[in-house]
Each structure stands twice: as structure tokens, then as C-alpha cells.
């Protein structure tokens, strides 16, 4: 999708932010935060639902878990999906394209896949049985300083990090690195998808540019989404392709992703082809 706030500004200005203040979101910037949130769209056609929980719901919600990861937060929003093909990335997608406006408009946001009372959120967002709840986040404006156990999360999972083009982006194949020159208008796309928010900062975009056009690929850790009934790198994805979607808008370059255009080019161990953009 296309919009209207400039994508290298939001990217840059966005990071998990875990310790919120006290200070309310202006009712003004709420009401464009929800017009924002019910003009979501995907390319990949699936259905994302939106959950907000705030003000007097938000009171009962106040016992509801974080495991100490996330303070001060007075809303959350999260989103809902039927599991079916691609509905994890389309997820991904939206999901992202709103975190990255409300950066636009200097509000913090933190998506968190493992970290929340997943039952306790369910139960006060009013969560459809049956529906799949991946995500949530918490929004408001970022307290002042961090809290210790997010300055020390952010350590562990070394978050103010991201890895090197050569490890992601390739050319015809995959032992073969693509340089930022070499890419061409594809470099500006590229460097914000690298730029972007993964779970655990593990970054499983893997991107071959073959013809001009780019092929997504997970590079799935093994192992790393058992706890969850679904790949939750498949919304890693899905971030990489708004990313790199609105990237390509924002200057004009004409594409469009299909899932059925797999090069069949050698894959490396536990590597999953996604998704392909493809050139107009
Ligand atoms: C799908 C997804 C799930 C995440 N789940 C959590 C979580 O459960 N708890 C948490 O504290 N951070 C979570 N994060 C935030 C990442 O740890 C964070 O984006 C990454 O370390 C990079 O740091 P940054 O967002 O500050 O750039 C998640 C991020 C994504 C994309």
C-alpha cells in the first residue's frame, strides 16, 4: 500500500520502546490513529483484525502479564487471524505499517509475540475462540529513559544490531552477495527491510534478486518457533515485505508480490522460499 509520511524518517525513528510515560495520546491523534488502522490493507488478501484495549477496560487489564517487559503502557492493540496461507505475513505487513506511522507521529509502540499473558489479553480484547492472536503491542510516548530489564534485553538480543547486506542479499543465488551497488533502485527497499524489527532480532530475511525482481526467503531457525502453533518468522516476513513494499512505492518503482513465481534456484538448509516481487 501507499502512504503518505516518509518511510526512511519512520523506519529509522522506530525501536521496541518497553517503558512508557504517563502522558495521553492526544484524542486528536487517536481518532487518525484508528481512521489510519481502518484504511490497513495487505498485498496478499488476507483478513486482519484490529483489537484496541484502553480506558476503563484497560483497568481490569492491568493485572494482565508482560512478565515485567513491558511498564507503564496504557493501551495495546492486537490483531487476530483465521491460519490459512499467507495470513502470518499479511499480519506481519499491516501490523508493521501501523507501527511505523504511529513512529511517524512519535508514538512508541513494541510488538510482542512471546512476552504477554496471551489467555488473560485474549479474554479482555474480546478475541473470537477459534481466532488466531499472534501479536499485540503496547502504545504511548517512550518515559524518558529505559527500563534495567529492557536495557538488558536489548543486550542480550544485541536489538540496536542488524547484520551485514552480505548476509541477507544475493544475487541469482545464494552463495553469491549482492552489493548495495549492484542493486541498483532496489538498494533504497533493500536497506529498510534490513533495517526492520524481527522476533529476537533474529532478521530471517533472506532476499535473491534474480532479473530485477526480488525473491523473499525465511530463513527459519529450527526450533525457534515450537512453543508457538504457527512460524512466527512468517511475520518477520511480512514486515520485510511492507518494508520493502513501501519502499518501492515511495519511489515509484511499479511491482507487484506473487507467491507463485519461485525461481527454484538452490536452497541452503532451512531455507523457505515466501514470496517474489516482481517488476512491472
Ligand atoms: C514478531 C515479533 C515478535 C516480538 N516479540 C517480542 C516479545 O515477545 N517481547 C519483546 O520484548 N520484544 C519482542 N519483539 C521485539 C524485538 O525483540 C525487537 O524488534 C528486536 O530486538 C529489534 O529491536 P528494535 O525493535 O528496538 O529495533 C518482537 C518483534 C517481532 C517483530
Known sequence: MKVDFNIEDAVRKRYSVRNYDDREIEAEKRDMIEAFISGLDNPFGKNINFHYLDGNDMKDAEKLGTYGVIKGARQYIGTT?????????????????????????????CWLGGTF??????EAMKVNEGDLFPVITPYGYAAGKKHIKEMAMRKVIKADQRKPWKDMFFKGDFSTPLTEEEAGDLAFPLEMVRLGPSASNKQPWRIVVLDGEAHFYEDRE??????????IQRVDMGIAAAHFDLSVQEKGIKGYFDSKSDPGIALPENMEYVISWIRE
Do not use: C, N, Q, W
Open 117 to 122: 499473558d496471551r489467555k488473560g489479553f485474549a
Open 222 to 231: 529450527p526450533g525457534y518457533s515450537d512453543r508457538f502453533p504457527y512460524d
Open 81 to 109: 487471524i483465521k491460519l490459512e496461507e499467507m495470513a502470518l505475513e499479511a499480519l506481519g505487513y499491516e501490523f508493521e505499517v501501523m507501527i511505523l506511522y504511529l513512529a511517524h507521529l512519535g508514538i512508541g509502540t
